[in-house]
């Protein structure tokens, strides 16, 4: 027998399959060891095929070893790594990487087992052996208070047993011996959500009568049995989420499964508590905060069949769940639902796929769908599934727009305004919440020198260091790559001691509200503040039970909450995304301020949303104040058609990296020039625009230069072949390293 593998770690010009023979049968999707290259290194390997010949039968080696079957791929993820590969242009290696947890490759050897400690004796013999007396009985108090214990449970784990008082591991291995206790090795499967499946909630989804047309029309895709795709746009607070349910149910009901995305972990308590009360243990929760031991366990109880519904960020799309009914990716419009590392896909388009592969339902939900998705739903690619008005006839938030500059001609330097100040301490006296959001972390955002004009920058990057508050009086961190240092006293250029703190912060929004508001609880969460594994649900419980009148943060903050109790949201500094040097610039900030104004009065008592900026006058402000999507999405995609932007072309980063800038610029214009020239005698047929090379917008990272070229195309089989030669070109350049993104988020 023979079979063909992908070498996971290969390179990406040389990433293509390779012929050994076996003994015995091996199943294509399983990892093996094989011996590679000149040296024979054994190498991880995954079969993707299995036949009876080969090519150059005499120079075939033979497998040395498989290695499991526990982490096999099925044939849907084989095919899926495939299509990441050509759709991606990654290797086999990084999607393999990707569709497995992690640890599955590298940590096989470490699965937890947990030990049972049981009686061998019944109770009425256990009983008997603790009264008797002499040789007869138990003698040991640390044996007996074992039996005692086991007496009333009759089984438990032995980390259990060895907390009690006296206990030791040698009165286990007495009882043991003396053919009291029997130990039984199980397998350990972690579940740090399993609380969540204890209050059951089975009662009906009561939907209104546009709730019902919105859920009939997506039930009509799902009994077609073929692979649909819709888009369930919906305003904040339209009740999207009750319609999604009743479209599980439906799908459950017919005996098939569900994958639901959400794109932050914050938002992972909130989803995950709604759904296990109502669908009990048969939920699995996967997302980066949890162990590498705990989403190898959520794998498997997916894999093994135990799993009905799938919830979690971006990597929960690649769950191993089988006879899949339908994919919801909510809030769809995130940019969290891109990678921007290799493989560099996007979670949309992977649930296309294997909705595609199952004839299953994609079923996106925003209220401020990203362009592209309301394009396809405006023209027929995706059925478009309105909500819009507020369930239970609940108000839109009232928007107040606040011109800071006037702030400052008053004289109030203070991050928070006159207005802000005012309904804050209404919330107070109402007894109600308050969200503030402001789109950055730390203290201050730059410190700079009065004498020379000098910002301290980061030695290992071309930003700013950003100045922290903590315990022992702050420090300099950088955001890309975590260099810290003091804060000096003098200037590092020109060491006068005139350093000024310059913009600010949620630390320095969170001080000036303790300032201003001292009766006020204020609860921060930022990356700073949130790097525990259940950081943000203990958080977010807190402040649902009421523990604390504000909450103030970042991004994580704004999108997706329901509060009852908020009334008045607050936006710190509306500006922050609006003129960054990205075409997607309005789009984000309309987005994420729609989203954010959108937490506010999400019950009867009505909200206020009070929006603090130096351009009152926007157009893009005042259309997210409205809550008017549609009139912003026809401004925008005019734009768009008349600029040749995405949805009505593709774009393409291409990154070179290097640690020395003068090669990084020598193979900046060989990249060019041979990209040109590939288009011109081979490609001259299809429509290539290119731009560049120019500088990335952050230069420097991590003592690594970077230079880009953007070019603009109609990604197709043939088009994907130009990048594809591309990075064979430069594979085996040594310090200078290309990377390329397909559809990039950020341009």
Excluded at 60 to 82: A, F, N, Q, W
Excluded at 330 to 344: C, I
Excluded at 672 to 686: C, G, H, T, V
Aim: hydrophobic share 35%; charged share 25%.
């Amino acid at each position: 027998m023979f079979i063909k593998v992908y070498i996971l770690d290969a390179p990406y010009h040389i990433d293509r399959p390779f012929d050994y023979s076996c003994d015995t049968v091996i199943n294509p999707g399983s990892l093996v060891r094989v011996p590679f290259g000149k040296a024979n290194r054994l190498r991880v390997a995954v079969v993707i095929g299995v036949s009876e010949t080969a090519e150059s039968v005499a120079q075939i080696k033979p497998v040395h070893s498989v290695i499991t079957d526990r982490y096999s791929l099925s044939e849907e993820m084989l095919g899926l790594c495939l299509f990441m590969k050509e759709y991606t242009l990654c290797t086999f290696g990084e999607a393999v990487r990707t569709v497995l947890p992690p640890g599955a490759i590298t940590d096989l050897a470490n699965i937890k087992e947990m030990r049972i400690l049981s009686l061998a004796i019944s109770g009425e013999e256990a009983r008997t052996l603790l009264s008797a007396s002499g040789r007869a009985g138990i003698r040991s108090e640390g044996q007996r208070e074992i039996i005692r214990y086991l007496i009333g449970v009759s089984s438990a784990d032995e980390s259990l047993i060895r907390e009690i008082k006296g206990v030791t591991p040698a009165h286990i291995k007495a009882l043991r011996d003396k053919g009291v206790l029997t130990v039984e090795s199980r397998e350990q499967i972690r579940n740090p959500y399993q609380k969540y499946a204890l209050n059951r909630d089975t009662s009906p989804i009561v939907l209104s009568d546009e709730q019902s047309s919105a859920y009939k029309t997506a039930e009509k895709l799902i009994e077609s049995g073929e692979p649909r795709a819709a888009l369930l746009y919906g305003v904040t607070g339209s009740g999207k989420t009750k319609v999604i349910m009743r479209l599980i149910d439906r799908v459950l009901s017919d005996g098939k499964t569900v994958i639901m995305l959400v794109p932050e972990i914050s938002l992972t308590p909130q989803t995950v508590n709604i759904f296990c009360s109502r669908y009990g243990e048969r939920v699995a929760v996967i997302h980066s905060s949890l162990s590498r031991g705990e989403r190898l366990d959520a794998w498997r109880r997916i894999d093994r069949g135990d799993v009905d519904l799938v919830i979690g960020t971006r990597s929960a799309i690649f769950a191993p769940i089988k006879n899949l009914g339908l994919i919801v990716i909510d809030e769809e419009h995130e940019h969290t639902y891109k990678s921007e590392s290799d493989p560099k896909y996007h979670a949309r388009d992977i649930a296309a796929y294997r909705c595609g592969k199952a004839g299953a339902l994609m079923l996106l939900a925003s209220a401020t769908p990203s362009l592209e998705s309301f394009y396809k739903a405006k023209t027929g690619t995706y059925t478009l599934i309105p909500l819009r008005t507020r369930y239970g006839g609940v108000s839109l938030p009232e928007a107040i727009i606040v011109d800071m500059r006037e702030e400052l001609r008053r004289g109030n330097l203070s991050a928070i305004s006159e207005r802000l100040y005012n309904e804050l301490s209404e919330v107070y006296d109402s007894e109600k919440q308050a969200i503030i959001f402001l789109n950055r972390r730390g203290y201050s955002s730059e410190i700079s020198c009065k004498s020379c004009g000098e910002v301290i920058t980061c030695p290992r990057c071309s930003v700013s260091l950003t100045h922290h508050t903590d315990r022992g009086g702050g420090k300099l961190l950088c955001h890309l790559c975590g260099f810290a240092q003091p804060i000096p006293r003098a200037c590092p250029s020109c060491n006068a001691e005139k350093l000024s703190y310059l913009g600010f912060g949620t630390q320095k929004l969170e001080s000036e509200l303790d300032k201003y508001l001292p009766d006020m609880s204020v609860m921060r969460m930022d990356a700073d503040t949130t790097q525990g594994k259940l950081a943000y649900d203990k958080m977010l419980d807190q402040f649902r039970k009421k523990e604390y009148d504000v909450l103030l943060g970042t991004q994580m903050v704004a999108k997706g909450h329901d509060f009852p109790d908020v009334t008045l949201v607050g936006v710190a500094l509306a500006d922050t995304s609006l003129y960054h040097s990205d075409f997607r610039a309005s789009e984000k900030t309309f987005s994420l301020l729609t989203q954010v104004i959108g937490r506010a009065g999400r019950a009867h008592s009505g909200g206020k949303a009070v929006i603090q900026t130096f351009s009152p006058g926007n157009e893009v402000l005042r259309l997210a104040c409205k809550q008017d999507y549609d009139a912003f999405y026809e401004g925008e995609i005019a734009l768009r058609r008349e600029l040749s932007y995405p949805p009505f072309c593709d774009m393409v980063n291409l990154t070179l990296t290097s640690e020395s800038e003068e090669r990084l610029l020598a193979e900046s214009g060989h990249l060019i020039d041979l990209l040109r020239e590939k288009i011109e005698n081979d490609y001259s047929d299809l429509p290539f625009m290119v731009y560049g090379p120019f500088e990335a917008q952050v230069y420097k990272i991590c003592e690594k230069y970077r230079m880009r070229v953007v070019v603009k195309c109609k990604l197709n089989h043939r088009s994907r072949s130009l990048f594809h030669g591309m990075l064979c070109s430069f594979a085996e350049v040594r310090d200078v390293t290309l990377s390329v993104d397909l559809n990039p988020l950020t341009v």
